[in-house]
Nanobody, 121 residues
Framework: QVQLVESGGGLVHPGGSLSLSCAAS????????MAWYRQLPGKQRELVASIATATNGNTNYADSVKGRFTISRDNAKNMVYLKMNSLKSEDTAVYYC?????????????WGQGTQVTVSS
């Protein structure tokens, strides 16, 4: 079991910046991958960025956020972050922290409760 708690959402003007944090209840050295997803009302949850937390820290980004968002980790604090710059109105969504890990022979996925990000003037 992994509990994930997001924080840092809020209201920001277009062009502004915001940072999200995700605290994991388990050492992220033992979590294969952590990621940020987002979801708009009535739409499917989409991957924003992911990071290989248990290994080399390789990152992956959705095309829509490349060059603007940065995912990072602090393994000592069991934290993952999402720094969002040059925010656009279309970035408005509920952002979810996600953890994926192999437990025995089973791949399991865990989600946080989500945090609202609103980009509006």
């Amino acid at each position: 079991q992994v509990q994930l708690v997001e924080s840092g959402g809020g209201l920001v003007h277009p062009g502004g910046s915001l940072s999200l944090s995700c605290a994991a209840s388990k050492s992220i050295d033992r979590i294969n991958t952590m990621a940020w997803y987002r979801q708009l009302p009535g739409k499917q949850r989409e991957l924003v960025a992911s990071i290989a937390t248990a290994t080399n820290g390789n990152t992956n980004y959705a095309d829509s956020v490349k060059g603007r968002f940065t995912i990072s980790r602090d393994n000592a604090k069991n934290m993952v972050y999402l720094k969002m710059n040059s925010l656009k109105s279309e970035d408005t969504a509920v952002y979810y922290c996600n953890a994926g890990l192999l437990e025995g022979v089973t791949w399991r996925t865990y989600w946080g409760q989500g945090t609202q990000v609103t980009v509006s003037s």
